[in-house]
Each structure stands twice: as C-alpha cells, then as structure tokens.
C-alpha cells in the first residue's frame, strides 16, 4: 500500500533523499549507495511519521528492500531482505528517477 501520494512533504527536519524518495514513489526509482552500487527498485510503501521515515519497495527480480532515516542529521540508510533477516547494504547518496513513466 502507497501512503498518501497527492501530499509533497516539506519542512526543514526531513531527510533531503527521503523526501525525494517520497516524492517519487510509486514510479521506479534508482538508489545509490555510498560504496557506488545502485538498486533500481519500485517502493510500495514510503511514510514520515513527523521527521522519520520508512520506505519499502521491491526490485523487478523480487528483492525487498528497506530504507529508513530519523531527520536531516541521520543518513538514509538501506537494508536487503534475505532468508536470515535484514541485511544493511549502506547509506543511500542519490535517488533518481528512472524512465519517463508517470
């Protein structure tokens, strides 16, 4: 399920990417993390509950992935859902639109 898709959050205390990612959400996205790997994921759910924030979304082979930030000073950070849990795969650096899809 897509939180609230017709509302752009602003405000001072949110983090810049997840706000990106929020914005862009339900179209296809690609992440960069710090060590230079990207994702290209479609996320089905991104919420703040006031300055944090939680998205999740799936790759096209079927990768869950998880990202979350608590404000402007924490990083957004990515986590991979495997067959033992949640595995960190770092700190997202951009988040780009992927295609002309609307």
Partial sequence: MVTDLS???DGPDVNTLAKRIHNITPRPMELTFADGTTVRVR???AEFFQEA???EGETD???VYRFVSDGTDDPLVGARETADGWQPVGEVD???RV???E
Wanted: proline content about 0%; overall charge negative; charged content about 35%.
């Fill in 99 to 101: 295609g002309d899809e």
């Fill in 7 to 9: 509302r752009h959050v």
């Fill in 94 to 96: 951009a988040v780009d």
């Fill in 53 to 55: 924030f939680q998205a």
């Fill in 43 to 45: 996320m089905r759910s």
């Fill in 61 to 63: 082979d079927g990768t």
